[in-house]
């Protein structure tokens, strides 16, 4: 009876001790590393902070779209610095000009409010002559800081044209980046892409309410084409043209497009015929 009783008493104190272990202030706190599954791109140390910036997919900066993640630690205690204010401003130096590129704003995310994310569209890459830097400006914890970092804006590592900057027939330049797809498949694709245009050398806004064609076609196949293509339209969700993409077999496709201002007049591009067997718009995978 004695031992039942003793197996009763510590029944209850170790359900006791339990649930004052899940309601207190004493259960151990595990520390969620948010970019673990993220490659670091570059490390920037300046003002006694690192700005992490991280990418889901790229191990790099390459022309067209880059879709970042940046966090700034306190390199006194480790610590990740909650809701900074970031702005941030790349820059391509040539031989004779200076300009920048489409950007979004760095916005705080959902998930975790040590994280901004945003996106950056290179146009081109840099070379020996020529370079790429971008300038941080940040505020954290009521104290303004900056600073510039020059950075390795390469090509695709596949050779792929996935961005175009071009002048089109109404003297306005454009740029023309594809998002959607990353990992294409032997299916009907959602195809994204996101146009801006010149404003000046530092200021790229987007482009609303136009329209790109679609004709993906296989020059080692005979230039042959696929059926169910959707034209890409205007997602005012997303500033961005959605459409769809129907890939029928692996191999190399060229994305021949066609740029349409509102009312339907052709920026940029050509249809496909017998005479003519590319646009001079396009875009390129392989997979």
């Given amino acids: ?42 490390n920037i140390e300046a003002n006694g902070h690192s700005l992490e910036l991280y990418s889901e997919g790229k191990t790099g900066f390459t022309t067209g779209y880059n879709e970042l993640y940046v966090r700034i630690k ?4 480790d610590t990740y610095f909650a809701n900074p204010e970031i702005t941030w401003m790349p820059v ?26 945003g996106y950056v569209i290179f146009q081109m890459p840099g070379n020996a002559d020529e370079y790429w830097d971008i300038t941080f400006t940040y ?5 303004e800081y900056s600073v510039t970092e020059t950075i390795d804006v390469t090509a695709p590592s596949d050779g792929k044209q996935t961005v175009s900057a071009f002048m089109g027939s109404d003297d306005v330049r454009y740029i023309l980046a594809m998002v959607e797809p990353t990992d294409p498949e032997v299916a009907v694709n959602d195809m ?26 296989m020059p ?59 646009s001079s718009l396009y875009f390129e995978l392989e997979f």
């Fill in 220 to 278: 080692g196949m005979g230039n042959h084409s696929s059926p169910n293509n959707e034209d890409l339209t205007y997602d005012a969700a997303t500033k961005s043209y959605k459409g769809k993409l129907s890939l029928t077999m692996t191999g190399y496709w060229k994305l021949n497009l066609k740029l349409l201002n509102s009312t339907g007049e052709v920026l940029k591009g050509e249809d496909i015929t017998e005479e003519i067997e590319a």
């Fill in 1 to 42: 009876m004695k031992t039942i009783k003793l197996i009763l008493v510590t029944f209850v104190a170790a359900l006791g001790l339990s649930s004052c272990s899940s309601d207190g202030d004493d259960t151990p706190k595990i520390d969620v590393n948010p970019m673990a599954e993220f490659n670091l791109v570059t």
């Fill in 74 to 77: 306190n390199n006194a205690d």
């Fill in 192 to 217: 994204q892409a996101m146009l801006f245009k010149m404003e000046n050398m530092m200021s790229f806004p987007s482009v609303e309410n136009y329209s790109v064609t679609l004709d993906p076609r």
């Fill in 92 to 117: 391509m130096h040539m031989m004779s000009i200076n300009h920048s590129c489409p950007i979004s704003e760095l916005a705080i995310s959902n998930d975790y409010n040590t994280v901004t994310k």
């Fill in 139 to 143: 505020e954290v914890e009521g104290q």
